[in-house]
C-alpha cells in the first residue's frame, strides 16, 4: 500500500475512473456539491435498487415520490425551523465559517461535541487554544451560535410563499399520510418509502461525499399501533450484530457488545423490538451489498444527541480512513411527527382501530344556544363554541358549576352552564381513532456508495506488477461484464464480441465493450472499476473442432475458465446474480492458465 490515506486513494480514484467528483469545476465549484461519473451514477442507482428490492418489495411498503421543496407550515409543524441546527463559530481575521462540534472532535479525544451545550464548546474552543483550519486565527473568545441548515426559497412569484428545500425526505411521507393510509385501507402496520434528494446548508462540508450540502436518503416509515403490532423478530433473531450502546460509550471502561438481535432485545440492549427487527435487516442486506463487516457497527445515540423525535436511536456506522462515519439511523419517533401535522394543518393524521367488541362508553356533548353566544361575544362567539367544545371533551368536570370559563386568543369569557347545554350521553362505540407511532430507518445513499468504495478498494501483485481493483458485490458493481477480443484486428473476433455484447445486454447485463489496448491493460481498466467478470474472445476458442469457446474471468482473483459461447449467459446468470461460486465453474470446466493477464 501507498503512504497515501484511504481517503485520498479513493478521492483520486473516484475521479479518473469516474465515480465522482467535485461539481461546477468550470466555475471553480462549490463546497459540499458533487456530480456522480458514469461509473459512480450507476453504483449509486444499483444500491436504490438493491435497497427499494429490500425495504420496500420484500416488505410490501408503499414507495411514493413528494416534492423537494415544500411551504413553510410543514417545518414549522415538524420542528426544523425552530430545531434544526448546527453550532457555528466564525474566525474574527478571513470570516471563514466552521462547525465547532467538529474543531473540538478533531482536536480532542471528544467524540460527540455536537450533544455539548453552547457555553460548554466556547470553553472547550479557549481551553484548547483552537485555531481557525482557514488562516491560523485563534478562536477563543468568539461565539458560538445556531445555524439553521435549511435551504430557504420562494414559491411564486411577487410577494410569494416562503418554502424550503427538504432537508429529509421523512416530511414528504408525514404530510401525505392522510392519502397513504385510505392505500394501505386504514388498516396498520404499513410502511411508505422514499428516495430522493434532500439538502442541507452544511457550515464546513468535508470528507468527501460523506458531508454535502444535497445528498440522496433512502427512507422507510413504518406506521404501527404501539399497542398491538408487532415485527417479525424471529425473521432476524439469529442475526448477529456489533452494538455499541450507550451505556458503554459512557463507561470508562466501556466495549463493544457482540451479540444476536434476538438476544439483544429481550436483554433490553435494544430497548423496542421494531428497531431491532430494522437493525437485523439492514446488517444483513449490507453484507449483502459488499460492505466489510469487520469495520461496521450500531451505536446507540446518546441522551443529548438523538433529534427532538426521538425516543431512541441508533445509528449504522462504518469505519473509513480510521473514522467511524454514521451511514443510517434507526429512530423511534413515536406519535410526534403525526401529531405534529394534525396539530397545525386541516387534515386528519389518525387510524381507526376496531374494537373486539363494541363498548358502551359516556360522551360529554355541548351544543351552544347561538342566539345568546353571538350578541355577546361577537366575532368571537364561533372561537367561545369551540373552546367549549374543546373543554367538554378534555375535563366534564368544568361544567358543574352555574358558569363555565373558556380562553380564546387569550382572554377569558364565562357562559352560562345552561346557555352551553351541557350533558352527558350514553353510546356504543365500536373503535377509536389512534395516533399510529412511527419507526424509521433512514439511509444515506451517497455515504453508503462511499463505504463500499472505501471497503472495495483492494491492492495486489498479478505477474510482476501492482494491481488495484474494487471487489464490489455483483449487486451493486456499475457494470456486470467487460467483453472483449483478444486482438482487435482480426474480424471474426471482432464480430464475435460484438455479438456477445448484443446478447448480454438482451439478458439484462450491463456490458462494456473494450478493444483498446493489450488484454492485461484492459483488464485492469475493469478490475480498477469493479467489474466483476469479464469475457475474452480468442483464437483457441473459435478454431478447435467442438462449439465455439471464450474464456470468463473473474476479478478478485483473476482466475479464467473456458466454457462455451452457448452456454455463457446462463452461466453469468448463475455466479453473478444466483450466488453460485465461482469454484463451481472452475470444477466444471478447464482453466485458463495462459499469460493473458500480463
Not at 408503499?62 to 453550532?87: C, K, N, Q
Not at 399501533?225 to 425473521?235: H, I, Q, T
Amino acid at each position: 500500500m501507498s503512504m497515501e490515506t484511504e481517503g485520498e486513494r479513493l478521492a483520486e480514484l473516484a475521479k479518473r475512473r469516474g465515480y465522482f467528483f467535485g461539481a461546477s469545476g468550470a466555475y471553480g465549484g462549490a463546497a459540499g456539491f458533487y456530480t456522480f461519473g458514469p461509473q459512480g451514477a450507476s453504483l449509486k442507482s444499483n444500491v436504490e435498487d438493491a435497497w427499494r428490492d429490500r425495504f420496500t418489495v420484500q416488505e410490501g411498503n408503499f414507495e411514493i415520490e413528494a416534492p423537494t421543496i415544500m411551504p413553510e407550515p410543514v417545518f414549522e409543524a415538524s420542528g426544523h425551523l425552530d430545531g434544526f441546527d448546527d453550532m457555528l463559530v466564525e474566525c474574527p481575521e478571513c470570516g471563514e465559517s466552521h462547525r465547532a462540534d467538529h474543531l473540538i472532535e478533531d482536536a480532542t479525544a471528544i467524540e460527540e461535541a455536537e450533544t455539548l451545550p453552547i457555553p460548554e464548546v466556547e470553553a472547550l474552543i479557549a481551553d484548547h487554544e483552537l485555531q481557525c483550519p482557514t488562516c491560523g486565527a485563534h478562536l477563543a473568545g468568539e461565539s458560538v451560535d445556531d445555524f439553521n441548515l435549511m435551504f430557504e426559497t420562494n414559491i411564486g412569484p411577487g410577494s410569494s410563499t416562503p418554502g424550503y428545500l427538504r432537508p429529509e425526505t421523512a416530511q414528504g411521507i408525514f404530510v401525505e399520510f392522510p392519502r397513504i393510509k385510505e392505500y394501505a385501507r386504514n388498516s396498520l402496520p404499513f410502511g411508505a418509502t422514499q428516495i430522493g434528494r434532500a439538502y442541507r446548508n452544511e457550515i464546513s462540508p468535508r470528507k468527501s461525499i460523506v458531508r454535502t450540502r444535497e445528498f440522496t436518503q433512502a427512507e422507510l416509515e413504518q406506521f404501527v399501533d404501539p399497542e398491538r403490532d408487532e415485527p417479525a423478530l424471529e425473521s432476524v433473531a439469529d442475526v448477529a450484530v456489533t452494538l455499541y450502546p450507550a451505556a458503554e460509550q459512557e463507561a470508562d471502561d466501556g466495549d463493544y457488545v457482540e451479540t444476536t438481535v434476538g438476544a439483544a432485545v429481550e436483554e433490553g440492549i435494544i430497548g423496542d423490538a421494531w428497531i431491532g427487527y430494522f437493525l437485523g435487516i439492514a446488517q444483513e442486506w449490507y453484507e449483502r451489498i459488499g460492505v466489510d463487516m469487520d469495520r461496521f457497527r450500531f451505536r446507540q445515540h446518546l441522551a443529548g444527541e438523538r433529534a427532538h423525535y426521538a425516543a431512541d436511536c441508533w445509528d449504522a456506522e462504518s469505519e473509513v480512513d480510521g473514522d467511524w462515519i454514521e451511514i443510517a439511523g434507526f429512530a423511534y419517533r413515536g406519535d410526534y411527527d403525526l401529531s405534529k401535522h394534525s396539530e397545525y394543518s386541516d387534515d386528519e393524521f389518525t387510524i381507526f382501530r376496531q374494537f373486539d367488541e363494541p363498548k358502551t362508553v359516556e360522551t360529554a356533548v355541548v351544543e351552544p344556544d347561538m342566539s345568546v353566544l353571538g350578541p355577546e361575544f361577537g366575532g368571537a362567539a364561533g372561537d367561545v363554541k369551540s373552546a367549549l367544545e374543546a373543554l367538554a371533551e378534555r375535563d366534564p368536570d368544568a361544567f358543574e358549576g352555574k358558569t363555565v370559563t373558556v380562553e380564546v386568543d387569550g382572554e377569558t369569557h364565562e357562559v352560562d352552564v345552561d346557555v352551553a347545554n351541557f350533558r352527558v350521553e350514553t353510546q356504543t362505540v365500536s373503535g377509536e381513532h389512534i395516533t399510529p407511532h412511527v419507526i424509521e430507518p433512514s439511509f444515506g445513499v451517497d455515504r453508503t456508495v462511499y463505504t463500499l468504495l472505501a471497503h472495495a478498494y483492494e491492492e495486489d501483485d498479478v505477474g510482476d506488477e501492482t494491481r488495484t481493483y474494487l471487489s464490489l458485490s455483483p449487486d451493486v458493481a456499475p457494470t456486470d461484464v467487460g467483453v472483449f477480443p483478444l486482438v482487435s484486428n482480426v474480424e471474426r473476433l471482432v464480430e464475435r464480441a460484438e455479438g456477445l455484447v448484443d446478447d448480454l445486454r438482451e439478458s439484462g447485463f450491463s456490458v462494456v465493450y473494450d478493444d483498446s489496448g493489450s488484454i492485461g491493460r484492459r483488464y485492469r481498466r475493469q478490475d480498477e472499476v469493479g467489474t466483476p467478470f469479464c469475457v475474452t474472445v480468442d483464437r483457441d476458442g473459435l478454431e478447435g473442432d467442438g462449439p465455439d469457446t471464450v474464456t470468463i474471468r473473474e476479478r478478485d482473483t483473476a482466475r479464467q475458465v473456458r466454457v462455451p459461447v452457448d452456454d455463457l449467459v446462463a452461466e453469468l446468470r448463475a455466479v453473478e446474480r444466483g450466488g453460485q461460486p465461482f469454484d463451481d465453474l472452475v470444477d466444471r470446466y478447464d482453466l485458463v492458465e495462459s499469460g493473458t493477464d500480463a
